[in-house]
């Protein structure tokens, strides 16, 4: 029976089609996939690099390049390109083996000749080396799956493997790391994969390259894909992804982390599918919960879940609910079923906390007061004053004498009682009393608990989480990365009983924006890096992107109705080029300026849909950078990007109150732009007017 496969980077080209085209596609390897092929003629080039490279006619105009075995009945779509392009393509590359993970590589071996000599000549002149080779000598290259003919050669030509681990030696990650992470990450592949039938060398090679290849085995799964070209999250994992997402038993909470478009989402997911999957007949429905910080982020866990999983009884086992909404349901069902008063106003409570320093005759702000009781109180889950006044207040910039803390606490005490006498709650208290109900339980309610989003959760909501699930095998599992934390909960996991200290694991390789995007977002950074919720730092050493594309757009304009005509010319021509019109997000820091914007955009003829508490209906997709969290889009443009704006001032503590949480909140915004900038695939704008944001100042130079 033949063996259709398709390379993840035509199903990415495949998107761009035109659907008369795309139709075409299906029609003609529908037939590899039924096994009907041999009446398809596959033609030959003349003066190529690979003879097993062949064209196959899919309309007068278009060609897709096959790559056939020599022996066994394989075949590896890699491209469909008009039919000049698709013959030199063809005739330039050369498919291979590599040594190392015996997944299939394609290489473009004429540019790599061109390069290489090139390069030779230049390094001839230089005094020094990228990779000297008292420090990487070939063996040690040649082990992580690099041939030393492509040591020089640029990465647009080089095959995928090799650059990125070209890119992690020399951004500085050992040659270990890259092993464990690159290498063995497909060597794991590769030991569990059965060799093809009859000495078929193609087939096994393409089983044995997870993430890049896909094996297509009928009509049916061959229409699901190519229906859903965006969606090649549910087929494509890189090796590195899919060891963690399928690894066969954790001793214990495990941990992923990785900067934006890595595929930590995906692989949380794929967990949660591993995991109801591997659980014996007969588990009760909804026994793995699939969790994160916001109702729109469990939404939009909710839809790709049903994307990915297509067994009913496997998906009846998995409930997916934000973190709060469950503690919720968890305490009125403990009191009654009686609906909870939820105080979640921060204005609300920031006024009851003036008013109870102005009453007590206390020197603290009330952000102070705020900031204390939630960072250093529940965090802490603090009940008496003693255990307050020998409390660490790690994090927190002000120092507090035991006089300072205990006036603190009569405030706190003040606040807290307010509350009980209206029968008010917080959210984090709705979580901690969870976790209270919980503990005194001997059953817990999962029997695997999955966190997306892990970054953004306060301690009281990790101490709930950690009270649904008994410790044991697979119990959590965590997906986050602190250069996205936009709420400034500062956590340590161990603290927290939550050990992943030989679980963790970090994804390096952008799948969703471009390099170009990627870049450019992550030199806003200027060199932070925040902590990773275990003791240690992030990094974005080896941290790239697959894909190519335009550099962002920056312009600055004199009003803000100057700004949004342009912003409303530039949606314009996105959707004339093809980009429907809910592939374009908006993003901006104050839900107002959305609503202008989106009356403009409907003014000009273009729907418009300013996210709320639905996605609404059709349009252009418009919402506030908190929104945005967790959501991608084509293209993406970053409005009012102000100083003034961006940080915003009222999110930001004043230096003279606290300097170290001030610096935290400025980190806060500074991450929130970040993630904005992000949730961009192919096209990115950033915009202001007035005085752009001092954010922009490594990216824009400030006009007068």
């Known amino acids: 029976m033949a063996t259709l496969g398709m390379h993840r980077d035509f199903l990415l080209e495949f998107a761009a089609l035109e659907k008369p085209v795309q139709k075409r596609v299906f029609e003609v390897f529908e037939k590899f996939a039924a096994a009907t092929h041999t009446g398809l003629h596959l033609e030959k080039l003349t003066h190529q690099k690979d003879p097993r490279l062949r064209t196959i006619r899919i309309t007068g105009f278009w060609r897709g390049v096959v790559l056939k075995g020599e022996s066994g009945d394989s075949?590896?779509?890699?491209?469909?390109?008009?039919?000049?392009?698709?013959?030199?393509?063809?005739?330039?590359?050369?498919?291979?083996?590599?040594?190392?993970?015996?997944?299939?590589?394609?290489?473009?071996?004429?540019?790599?000749?061109?390069?290489?000599?090139?390069?030779?000549?230049?390094?001839?002149?230089?005094?020094?080396?990228?990779?000297?080779?008292?420090?990487?000598?070939?063996?040690?290259?040649?082990?992580?799956?690099?041939?030393?003919?492509?040591?020089?050669?640029?990465?647009?030509?080089?095959?995928?493997?090799?650059?990125?681990?070209?890119?992690?030696?020399?951004?500085?990650?050992?040659?270990?790391?890259?092993?464990?992470?690159?290498?063995?990450?497909?060597?794991?592949?590769?030991?569990?994969?059965?060799?093809?039938?009859?000495?078929?060398?193609?087939?096994?090679?393409?089983?044995?390259?997870?993430?890049?290849?896909?094996?297509?085995?009928?009509?049916?799964?061959?229409?699901?894909?190519?229906?859903?070209?965006?969606?090649?999250?549910?087929?494509?994992?890189?090796?590195?992804?899919?060891?963690?997402?399928?690894?066969?038993?954790?001793?214990?909470?495990?941990?992923?982390?990785?900067?934006?478009?890595?595929?930590?989402?995906?692989?949380?997911?794929?967990?949660?599918?591993?995991?109801?999957?591997?659980?014996?007949?007969?588990?009760?429905?909804?026994?793995?919960?699939?969790?994160?910080?916001?109702?729109?982020?469990?939404?939009?866990?909710?839809?790709?879940?049903?994307?990915?999983?297509?067994?009913?009884?496997?998906?009846?086992?998995?409930?997916?609910?934000?973190?709060?909404?469950?503690a919720n349901e968890i305490v009125r069902a403990e009191r009654g079923g009686a609906p909870l008063k939820l105080v979640f106003d921060q204005k609300e409570i920031t006024a009851r906390w003036t008013h109870i320093a102005r009453r007590l005759g206390i020197d603290f702000t009330d952000v102070f007061l705020d900031q204390e009781w939630r960072q250093i109180v529940l965090a802490q889950a603090l009940t008496e004053p003693e255990e307050y006044l020998k409390a660490p207040r790690t994090g927190r910039g002000t120092a507090l004498p035991p006089l300072k803390r205990l006036q603190v606490w009569r405030a706190v005490s003040a606040f807290e009682e307010q509350l009980r006498q209206a029968d008010e709650w917080t959210f984090l208290q709705v979580c901690a009393e969870a976790a209270r109900v919980l503990d005194g339980r001997e059953q817990r309610p999962y029997h695997h608990v999955v966190i997306d989003e892990a970054q953004d959760l306060h301690p009281a909501q990790w101490r709930f989480l950690r009270a649904l699930v008994a410790p044991g095998q697979d119990d959590l599992f965590l997906a986050g990365d602190t250069y996205q934390r936009i709420y400034g909960n500062r956590v340590s996991l161990r603290s927290l009983g939550i050990q992943v200290v030989g679980r963790s694991h970090r994804l390096r390789i952008n799948y969703r924006t471009t390099q170009e995007i990627l870049a450019w977002s992550a030199s806003l950074l200027t060199g932070e890096e925040p902590d990773d919720m275990d003791g240690g730092n992030e990094t974005l050493a080896g941290y790239r992107s697959t894909m190519h594309g335009e550099q962002p757009e920056t312009v600055g304009y004199a009003t803000k109705p100057e700004e949004i005509e342009a912003l409303v010319a530039r949606v314009r021509d996105w959707t004339s080029a093809g980009v429907q019109a809910e592939d374009i997000g908006v993003a901006v820091r104050f839900v107002q300026l959305g609503r202008d914007i989106a009356q403009a955009l409907e003014q000009a003829g273009l729907a418009a849909c300013v996210l709320g508490a639905g996605h609404g209906g059709p349009g252009v997709r418009i919402g506030t950078m908190h929104r945005m969290k967790g959501l991608e889009f084509r293209c993406v443009a970053v409005a009012g990007v102000n100083d003034g704006t961006m940080p915003m001032k009222s999110a930001v503590t004043a230096v003279d109150v606290d300097a170290q949480q001030h610096q935290e909140d400025l980190n806060g915004e500074l991450n929130l732009l970040f993630v904005a900038c992000t949730r961009a695939r192919e096209a990115l704008r950033v915009s202001w007017h007035g005085t752009p944001s001092p954010f922009l100042a490594p990216v824009v130079n400030p006009r007068p």
């Open 75 to 326: 075949y590896l779509l890699l491209k469909v390109l008009p039919h000049d392009k698709a013959n030199d393509w063809a005739a330039k590359h050369r498919a291979s083996v590599n040594e190392a993970t015996q997944g299939i590589e394609i290489r473009n071996d004429v540019a790599l000749e061109r390069a290489t000599a090139g390069l030779r000549a230049l390094a001839a002149e230089e005094p020094t080396r990228l990779f000297p080779a008292s420090d990487y000598p070939d063996k040690a290259l040649r082990s992580l799956g690099v041939d030393e003919d492509h040591l020089e050669a640029l990465h647009k030509v080089l095959p995928e493997h090799q650059y990125d681990v070209l890119l992690g030696l020399a951004t500085g990650m050992k040659p270990e790391a890259i092993d464990r992470e690159l290498v063995q990450a497909y060597a794991r592949t590769a030991s569990r994969t059965p060799a093809a039938d009859d000495g078929d060398e193609l087939g096994t090679a393409m089983a044995r390259s997870r993430g890049r290849v896909a094996l297509v085995s009928g009509p049916v799964e061959l229409q699901g894909i190519l229906e859903r070209p965006f969606d090649a999250w549910r087929v494509f994992l890189h090796p590195s992804q899919y060891r963690v997402a399928y690894h066969e038993g954790y001793a214990g909470p495990a941990r992923v982390t990785g900067g934006p478009g890595t595929g930590k989402t995906v692989v949380a997911l794929h967990r949660a599918y591993h995991l109801a999957r591997q659980l014996p007949e007969g588990a009760p429905d909804g026994c793995v919960l699939l969790t994160t910080f916001t109702r729109d982020l469990a939404a939009e866990l909710e839809r790709c879940l049903t994307l990915l999983v297509e067994e009913e009884e496997v998906r009846a086992r998995i409930r997916v609910v934000n973190v709060d909404a469950l």
